[in-house]
């Protein structure tokens, strides 16, 4: 509900006939600081806003009700019969409106909507990990669990209306109108040590690497020979693929100088971040693609400012 006069009464009315009521509740403020200095410009100095926005919140009150607040004719602004009306009954309705507020937000504090996310362990999923985790730090409003299930357990968790989105190499099997999915992808690097990359530089491809021994997170093993026979070759063609989970033992056979890899921008940043290691752009510029399912229809709040977060940040 909102205030307004009707018959030279300020009462209240629906919105369709009066303004938002936080607004009017500004110019209640601006109208009590003026009585306060009964000034325009000190009044406007306190507030930190100019004397002409000052005039605008006050002449939009006065519109608004219908009557003359001020009386401009004397060096000293003096409030009208009306004004002394507004006054009085102003400072009441501000308390309260503020109080209503304050409660409001404590009951928003106990009750913050809280997404349940299923995220992929695989080091193409850090940057979006990353990327979330910082979205719920600028965003206190909303509460995150980060959860991690098998594929299989969670789209069954995920249908069952126990998680709210999944991060993932999803792949559904046939296409459901009631779930949304959106794709995000992370490039590809050639990683290894300074001088035993390649004098090729960027530009390098698939078939210039097949030669080379390489170490694989096993998080990516799949996905990294998925995107060598997109390029017509072979896993067999490659030399020996030595695959591993510890990151330590990875970063120990890069440093080393007994094996190259390829990994997400955002695993080389976890492994090396003090970019020790020489990072190559592919020429066919690969790409691991994860994809973030959810529901369509019965998608909370969080969920869609996090989608806009990373729709505008991170979807390539």
């Given at each position: 509900?909102?205030?307004?006069?009707?018959?030279?009464?300020?009462?209240?009315?629906?919105?369709?006939?009066?303004?938002?009521?936080?607004?009017?509740?500004?110019?209640?403020?601006?109208?009590?600081?003026?009585?306060?200095?009964?000034?325009?410009s000190e009044a406007a100095?306190?507030?930190?806003?100019?004397?002409?926005?000052?005039?605008?919140?006050?002449?939009?009150?006065?519109?608004?009700?219908?009557?003359?607040?001020?009386?401009?004719?004397?060096?000293?602004?003096?409030?009208?019969?009306?004004?002394?009306?507004?006054?009085?009954?102003?400072?009441?309705?501000?308390?309260?409106?503020?109080?209503?507020?304050?409660?409001?937000?404590?009951?928003?504090?106990?009750?913050?909507?809280?997404?349940?996310?299923?995220?992929?362990?695989?080091?193409?999923?850090?940057?979006?990990?990353?990327?979330?985790?910082?979205?719920?730090?600028?965003?206190?409003?909303?509460?995150?669990?980060?959860?991690?299930?098998?594929?299989?357990?969670?789209?069954?968790?995920?249908?069952?209306?126990?998680?709210?989105?999944?991060?993932?190499?999803?792949?559904?099997?046939?296409?459901?109108?009631?779930?949304?999915?959106?794709?995000?992808?992370?490039?590809?690097?050639?990683?290894?040590?300074?001088?035993?990359?390649?004098?090729?530089?960027?530009?390098?491809?698939?078939?210039?690497?097949?030669?080379?021994?390489?170490?694989?997170?096993?998080?990516?093993?799949?996905?990294?020979?998925?995107?060598?026979?997109?390029?017509?070759?072979?896993?067999?063609?490659?030399?020996?693929?030595?695959?591993?989970?510890?990151?330590?033992?990875?970063?120990?056979?890069?440093?080393?100088?007994?094996?190259?890899?390829?990994?997400?921008?955002?695993?080389?940043?976890?492994l090396d971040p003090d970019?020790?290691?020489?990072?190559?752009?592919?020429?066919?510029?690969?790409?691991?693609?994860?994809?973030?399912?959810?529901?369509?229809?019965?998608?909370?709040?969080?969920?869609?400012?996090?989608?806009?977060?990373?729709?505008?940040?991170?979807?390539?």
């Amino acid at each position: 509900m909102y205030f307004c006069d009707k018959n030279d009464k300020i009462m209240m009315y629906p919105k369709a006939v009066c303004e938002d009521l936080e607004m009017q509740v500004e110019w209640l403020k601006a109208f009590l600081m003026v009585e306060e200095k009964r000034n325009f410009s000190e009044a406007a100095d306190s507030l930190f806003i100019s004397q002409s926005s000052l005039s605008k919140h006050i002449k939009a009150l006065e519109n608004s009700l219908g009557v003359v607040l001020f009386d401009r004719s004397h060096r000293r602004v003096e409030l009208t019969p009306a004004g002394e009306i507004v006054s009085e009954k102003a400072k009441e309705m501000i308390a309260s409106f503020d109080d209503m507020m304050g409660l409001l937000r404590h009951i928003r504090s106990l009750d913050r909507q809280k997404l349940r996310i299923s995220v992929d362990s695989s080091d193409n999923a850090f940057a979006y990990i990353r990327r979330i985790l910082d979205f719920f730090d600028v965003h206190p409003e909303y509460e995150l669990e980060l959860l991690e299930y098998e594929m299989s357990v969670a789209l069954k968790k995920f249908e069952a209306g126990e998680l709210d989105m999944i991060l993932g190499h999803t792949g559904l099997p046939s296409p459901d109108p009631r779930i949304g999915e959106l794709t995000l992808k992370e490039e590809v690097y050639y990683l290894g040590t300074p001088e035993m990359m390649h004098t090729l530089g960027d530009g390098i491809s698939f078939a210039d690497v097949t030669s080379d021994r390489l170490i694989l997170h096993q998080n990516t093993y799949q996905e990294i020979l998925a995107l060598f026979r997109k390029w017509q070759i072979s896993p067999e063609e490659v030399r020996p693929i030595v695959t591993t989970t510890g990151m330590d033992v990875l970063k120990a056979y890069l440093q080393g100088g007994f094996a190259r890899s390829l990994m997400t921008e955002s695993a080389a940043e976890l492994l090396d971040p003090d970019r020790k290691l020489t990072r190559i752009t592919m020429k066919e510029h690969p790409a691991l693609t994860l994809g973030l399912l959810y529901h369509k229809k019965t998608m909370p709040e969080a969920a869609r400012a996090l989608l806009a977060d990373l729709r505008a940040n991170m979807q390539q």
